[in-house]
């Protein structure tokens, strides 16, 4: 195969089209949010069932949109455990870290982290978060720009500049409350565009399903369940393993889920939230994996429709665009771009969040009027959405789309969850303790990640790992006061009192 065809005008169309009705959803909510709480929680009244779309919308980026089918393609269907992991984790979640953030009322998780360790550890996570949350937004940025430039021979670096304006003008505009209704918005185009690919590979692969299955099976595309720990490959174990601890991290303590769970109205509304956008991992990451070794399939049958060059993260949008009619194409295209900018969105908004409550807040030395916070949160947001766009220049340069996400959220995420598990289950761990094993967890991380052939889905767990055990250790030998009962899950029961009592 020579060449690909092109976008087409009325792909084109499409594309903008959405584009306009998402920017319009941006000017509706413009300008009705008068305090912060407006601005970064929405009033705290939003359905919950829009925040679990939003959930899953925000970090199913088009990363993983991309990169889970590529995967596949490439490998295997290991991945099906993620949407396990997310479902066996989802009570973990509820039950470990929800009531805390519910009772004490929070805007960010890292409040507990206030509550728990003092304002220098809260600090410190804070910083991590947005290290982690920067670099990731360059990643996916990225996706859906190099998916464009494929697909349509656009530049790459313009690509990146439409997606990035477009997300961070809504969020500037309408705040977290334009973020969950584009969210919700985005999640449907995001899942019948994967539907829809399903169903045409189904449709173009001889004896459909049954064909599919076939080819995968005799190529060891279904042959996941090795539980051998062999750092070089991936495998169901270490699948497994990593990405318990990443749904915890993600859903459990991560400022762009619990900011959305603190933005509906009760305990019920964040616990179904988090049950249904399990079941919603589960559905989507079976179904993207599904696309990998259906498109596998199909070009095994029809080797000669594929370019050499098109592999991994590339192999969707070029089925997309080259065994689709116009329209259809346009629209899945357009899917790509939804879930990149449901993440970005999330991303910037959480980050100018953190920002304005955990650094600028706490050092202030005189109150402000709360329309003075509010346009400092637009100003912080714009400014978060430029340099984002610049971060994704440079992730441009990593091939490996979900290997680039993975070394940003291990090296600066991994140590943030440590920190909470240790605060939530033990009295004794202190920030000094955990912050000697961090700094020798991320050195050593960035060893394995830059001088040994270590398999990027053990990055997580490895520096989690680390930072935990050597966390506690030195928390025993650099004594401190043990933290009070209430604040740790062994009195939970008297802070639900003090909570009442205020």
Not at 143 to 155: F, H, K, M, Q
């Amino acid at each position: 195969m020579e060449e690909t065809s092109t976008f087409g005008a009325l792909n084109y169309s499409i594309f903008f089209i959405y584009l306009a009705a998402i920017f319009g959803i941006g000017l509706l909510l413009a300008g009705k949010q008068k305090t912060t709480e407006d601005y970064f929680l929405a009033g705290r009244k939003m359905p919950w069932f829009i925040v679990a779309m939003s959930m899953f919308a925000s970090l199913t980026s088009a990363t993983s949109y991309m990169g889970i089918p590529g995967t596949a393609y490439k490998e295997n269907i290991s991945l099906i455990i993620v949407g396990i992991m997310s479902v066996i984790g989802a009570p973990v979640m509820i039950f470990l870290f929800y009531p805390f953030y519910r009772r004490l009322n929070v805007t960010t998780s890292y409040e507990y982290i206030n509550r728990r360790y003092g304002r220098n550890a809260r600090f410190a996570t804070s910083g991590l978060f947005i290290l982690a949350r920067l670099g990731w937004l360059g990643v996916v940025i990225y996706s859906p720009a190099l998916a464009l430039s494929v697909v349509t021979g656009i530049n790459l670096y313009f690509a990146i500049f439409i997606m990035g304006v477009l997300a961070t003008s809504y969020t500037v505009l309408g705040g977290l409350s334009a973020v969950l209704w584009t969210d919700a918005f985005q999640f449907i185009i995001l899942v019948g565009g994967a539907i829809w690919v399903a169903i045409t590979l189904m449709m173009n692969v001889p004896d459909s399903l049954s064909g599919i299955m076939t080819i995968a099976r005799e190529s060891g595309h279904l042959d996941i369940f090795n539980f051998d720990l062999n750092l070089y490959e991936m495998s169901a174990l270490a699948v497994g393993l990593s990405y318990f601890l990443q749904v915890l991290q993600d859903y459990g303590t991560d400022q762009v889920t619990v900011q959305r769970l603190m933005a509906t109205k009760t305990f019920g509304g964040m616990a179904k939230a988090t049950l249904v956008n399990s079941l919603n991992d589960l559905f989507i990451v079976s179904l993207l994996l599904f696309l990998g070794i259906g498109m596998y399939a199909y070009y095994q049958v029809n080797p000669e429709q594929i370019l050499i060059t098109i592999e991994g993260d590339k192999v969707l949008p070029f089925y997309i665009i080259n065994n689709l009619p116009n329209g259809v194409s346009g629209l899945l295209i357009t899917a790509i771009f939804a879930a990149a900018m449901s993440s970005m969105d999330s991303g910037i908004n959480s980050l100018s969040t953190v920002i304005v409550n955990d650094f600028i807040k706490p050092l202030r030395r005189k109150t402000v009027p709360e329309h003075h916070d509010v346009k400092l949160a637009r100003t912080l947001t714009f400014i978060l959405g430029a340099f984002a766009i610049s971060v994704a220049c440079f992730v441009s340069t990593i091939e490996q789309i979900l290997k680039a996400a993975s070394g940003f959220l291990g090296l600066f995420a991994a140590p943030i969850l440590a920190l909470f598990i240790l605060g939530i289950l033990t009295r004794r761990a202190n920030f000094k303790g955990w912050l000697v094993g961090t700094v020798v967890a991320v050195g050593a991380t960035l060893w394995v990640q830059k001088d040994t052939e270590v398999h990027f889905i053990y990055y997580f767990p490895f520096c989690f790992i680390i930072s935990f055990i050597l966390g506690y250790l030195m928390s025993v030998i650099i004594r401190s006061p043990l933290a009070p009962m209430e604040i740790t899950i062994w009195g939970r029961s008297e802070l639900k009192q003090e909570g009442e009592q205020a």
